[in-house]
């Protein structure tokens, strides 16, 4: 379904990920593991198109999404969902509205300013939250959650998208190890439940054995490993 083909991001004459292969043939909760700067963020993001990378082809499902323009581009935009390591919510706004921005480029050109959302919206982000068991957050500003809580808002916030693909980049480095412990099962649950691929940067080996099938090692920019999370002997 994804496909990598000699993907490489340069930023000036620093080759933050150096042109690299690889495949997801079927839904798969995959962890990304490596130090800091071996390019993980940058990886996860040229696939949804936060990064422009330099040279190459990923391809979902054979498209190139590479060279999408537009609304395919948006759209693409939508079908994967990112979850961020500072949760990216809007801090002024509600929980629930929060969530129901997942939806906003679901509606195409907006008609108005004041008719943005719709009882379906709602009803989806509520849903959305009640699943992360946060329901009753729904009409607190974000800011007033804890780090635990605005991480799982912007969980449901990735739900209401419906995504093709999930992409997390180090979902719990800023979170305790309970908070961690839940946004992790959640991700988790999103595979098996709703069949979904989890992309996930992790910086901890033990959090890629417990939850992912499959772990993928990178440092300087190259795939140092690939392959099932027992295999993983040493550090990357
Ligand atoms: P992490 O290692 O957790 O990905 P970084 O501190 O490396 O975090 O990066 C934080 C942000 O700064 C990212 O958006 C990244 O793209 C950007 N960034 C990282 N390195 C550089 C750099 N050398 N010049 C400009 N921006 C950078
Ligand atoms: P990781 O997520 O594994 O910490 P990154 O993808 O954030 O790694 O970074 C990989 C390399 O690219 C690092 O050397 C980083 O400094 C560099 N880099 C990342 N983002 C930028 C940016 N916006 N501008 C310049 N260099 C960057």
Redesign the pocket.
């Known amino acids: 379904m994804i496909h990598f083909e000699g993907v490489t991001k340069q930023?000036g004459n620093?080759v933050a990920v150096d042109n690299v292969s690889f495949s997801i043939d079927a839904p798969q909760m995959v962890g990304i593991i490596g130090r800091?700067?071996a390019g993980?963020?940058?990886l996860l993001?040229m696939i949804n198109r936060l990064?422009p990378a330099t040279a190459g082809r990923i391809l979902f499902n054979g498209r190139d999404v590479l060279s999408l323009k537009g609304g395919e581009k948006r759209r693409w935009q939508r079908d994967c969902a990112m979850v961020f390591?500072q949760f990216n919510l809007v801090p002024r706004l509600d929980v629930v509205t929060n969530v129901m921005l997942g939806r906003l480029n679901t509606h195409g050109t907006l008609k108005s300013m004041f008719n943005i959302f719709g009882k379906g919206d709602i009803d989806r982000a509520l849903s959305a939250l009640d699943r992360l068991g946060i329901v009753q957050e729904a009409v607190k500003r974000a800011e007033e959650l804890s780090g635990g809580q605005q991480q799982r808002v912007a969980i449901a916030r990735a739900l209401v998208q419906e995504p093709q693909l999930v992409l997390a980049?180090?979902p719990i480095?800023s979170l305790d190890p309970m908070n961690a412990q839940i946004v992790m099962d959640a991700l988790r649950e999103i595979h098996e439940r709703d069949g979904k691929t989890v992309i996930c940067n992790l910086h901890t080996l033990d959090t890629a054995r417990a939850y992912c099938d499959r772990v993928i090692g990178m440092r300087d920019g190259v795939i140092v490993f690939d392959g099932a999370p027992e295999a993983l002997t040493t550090d990357v």
């Open positions: 930023f620093r800091s700067g993980k963020s940058t993001r990064t390591q980049d180090e480095a």
